[in-house]
């Protein structure tokens, strides 16, 4: 493992040692109280004069008498302004860019993250590391795929990220729907339908396709069926004789789909070869379509388990605890939990085991989540579910909690995401994440060849535009609040101007084009003359860079992909406006050398976001 170095912790020791004398405090006093700022103007770090609790004097007398007292002798390393009631430190120009532009050269992809912290122990590496379990995307097998697993997907790839690079053990798992009723449906449809030719070629649209076509005349049959049973029931009520009306249903339901959809469904839970041989069928071919799709993404899962996984045996020990405990209660033939009864009346009811004795989405999950525990013994464990599932995630956590495994639940957290609106594609409204990846392709190609001249020069135009594509759809998705939604708008996210993905793609490929065309061995730039960046921009640019591992620590706390972008963002439009003070060709071979050496630092940290991110960066577009 590469040492970690975050530069900006070496100012905030040098300072803790200034800072300590004068006001009479230890140094680990002061060290975490020295914040960083959010724009440059206020300082590289700031200190609120109140922190330092020095009693009988207000802040702005503490900030001025600290600053004038401050020693300001060629070794120290910054200057200190009292701003009000703050303290801001400026470090010194030269001795930053001296320190950082060698440190990010030096430790390339590694510069950022801090990999100790998903250590057991910090100080020791041979403990080993705390384990997560990150369980994202898990879509419904023949059904789409939709807004919600494509926020899931891209929020979860993007913490898994966060985890495993700062030391974590990360455990990617996929909670495939691939089992219930529906499944038994899809098997029997199939059969009328399905060709095993389709099913290879493209899995997940034929089931789907089969599944659409079987539901219809479900559906359809259900109708009459089910208007039978209402008759049935209102003219219980009323003490009439129904029998008539039940000859008439029985054969109705004895010849529906669904009917033997839960038959087949029944043969599929009592394990009948055949039955389960179709459906790992179609539960492998999807899973080997969708690691294609995810491919495409970065993203590959360890684990893919599933509704289908659950074991029985877990299942009937939650079950027989939840009764035993009085938690769940028998009402009307069903089993259900009233939470209101354990003081979480917002909760409402959920039932656990309907009136045929079939477990639910929930049951499956109140016992996953135990054995989860019991399989990897994780520190951690995260969903990424979107929030019109918030309800049934604290209701799974809270029983979890009150079942006696206060344990479990604790180490538990729904990251919860708004909703993507207006996702839909130009075959209309069926949404395969390929489908709406193609979409996007197609708008982005458009823009790319809008400029001819640098389109030309492009050897792979279509591997580009897919790339681009799917930076698009990531960085919408990622740059603002995960709790909030967003609208899913195709022009806006392939636009080169903007916070895009197609611009922070661009200012990396033009960092790249720098490079290319000076033609310098990039091996060599750690030698380069220092003192030769003095220009404002040169300076500011590098005070930027000098934020990034503090800006990954402070993403483990927010788990915000934003605080990453919000960065990016800033440090690209940086860039943008240093490109004409700081020419590369045409400078004197030295100075060149200087601010070579400072573009290939500021790519490395453009690198190694993006790629934290998910993102693929390019070279050339
Ligand atoms: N398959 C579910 C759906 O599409 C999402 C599963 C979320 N994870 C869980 N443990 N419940 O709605």
Redesign the pocket.
């Known amino acids: 493992m590469a040492k970690y170095e975050n530069p900006v912790d070496f100012y905030r020791q040098h300072i803790a040692e200034r800072l300590a004398p004068l006001v009479d405090k230890k140094e680990s006093e002061i060290y975490p109280v020295l914040s960083w700022t959010t724009t440059l103007d206020k300082g590289d770090l700031i200190l609120p004069a109140a922190a330092l609790r020095i009693k009988g004097k207000k802040p702005q007398e503490i900030a001025d008498d600290v600053a004038s007292k401050f020693p300001t002798d060629d070794q120290t390393l910054v200057t200190i302004q009292a701003q009000g009631a703050f303290l801001a430190f400026f470090f010194k120009p030269q001795s930053l860019i001296s320190r950082v532009v060698p440190l990010i050269l030096q430790q390339k992809e590694a510069y950022g993250p801090n990999p100790t912290l998903g250590l057991k122990d910090p100080k020791d590496e041979s403990k080993g590391s705390k384990k997560v379990i990150v369980?994202f995307s898990?879509?419904?097998i023949a059904?789409e795929f939709?807004q919600?697993?494509l926020r899931?997907t891209i929020i979860g790839g993007f913490l898994s990220k966060l985890y495993a690079q700062t030391g974590w053990e990360v455990i990617r798992m996929n909670?495939?729907?691939d089992w219930g009723k529906q499944y038994g449906l899809l098997a029997n449809g199939f059969r009328k339908f399905g060709s095993d030719e389709q099913l290879e070629k493209d899995s997940i649209q034929h089931l789907f396709q089969v599944y659409v076509q079987i539901s219809k005349i479900q559906k359809e049959q259900n109708e009459p069926i089910d208007a039978l049973k209402k008759e049935i029931t209102e003219k219980r009520k009323t003490g009439q004789d129904v029998s008539e009306l039940e000859a008439k249903l029985a054969p109705l339901v004895d010849a529906s789909e669904d009917e033997a959809a839960r038959k087949y469904f029944k043969s599929m839970e009592d394990n009948d070869p055949d039955a389960i041989a179709l459906w790992t069928k179609f539960r492998d071919l999807s899973i080997s379509k969708y690691k294609k799709t995810y491919q495409r993404l970065n993203i590959a899962f360890d684990v893919f388990s599933g509704?289908s996984q659950v074991g029985k045996e877990m299942m009937e020990k939650v079950l027989t605890d939840l009764k035993k405990q009085g938690i769940a209660e028998v009402d009307q033939g069903a089993t259900l939990i009233d939470f209101s009864k354990h003081g979480a009346k917002k909760l409402n009811k959920a039932i656990i085991i309907r009136r045929d004795g079939t477990p639910l989405?929930l049951t499956r999950?109140l016992a996953?989540i135990l054995e989860r525990h019991e399989k990897y013994g994780f520190d951690k464990m995260i969903?990424v579910?979107?929030d019109q599932?918030n309800e049934?995630?604290a209701q799974?956590f809270k029983t979890t909690e009150i079942s006696g495994h206060k344990d479990v639940a604790s180490k538990c957290e729904h990251i919860s995401f708004g909703m993507v609106k207006g996702m839909s594609t130009r075959k209309g409204t069926v949404k395969f994440l390929d489908d709406v990846i193609a979409d996007v392709r197609v708008k982005m190609w458009d823009v790319m060849k809008s400029n001819e001249k640098k389109y030309e020069q492009l050897e792979n135009p279509e591997a580009i535009a897919d790339v681009l594509a799917i930076s698009s759809i990531m960085v919408q998705d990622l740059k603002g609040k995960v709790r909030n939604g967003y609208d899913f708008n195709i022009d806006q996210m392939t636009a080169f101007e903007g916070d895009t993905g197609p611009y922070l793609q661009y200012a990396h490929a033009r960092l790249c084009s720098i490079e290319r065309k000076a033609g310098v061995d990039l091996s060599t730039l750690s030698s380069a003359d220092w003192s030769k960046l003095s220009e404002s921009h040169a300076v500011n640019l590098v005070r930027a860079l000098a934020q990034w591992p503090d800006v990954v620590t402070n993403t483990v706390k927010t788990q915000e992909p934003a605080t990453v972008l919000t960065y990016l963002f800033k440090m690209a439009h940086a860039l943008s406006s240093s490109y004409d003070q700081l020419q590369v060709v045409g400078s004197e071979p030295e100075l060149q050398k200087a601010r070579l050496a400072l573009y290939e630092a500021a790519r490395q940290v453009l690198w190694n976001g993006m790629t934290l991110l998910g993102l693929s960066p390019v070279e050339r577009m």
Do not use: T, W
């Open positions: 369980e898990s879509p419904n059904k939709h919600g697993h899931s909670y495939l729907g509704e989405y999950d996953a969903y579910i979107a599932q049934h995630v799974l």
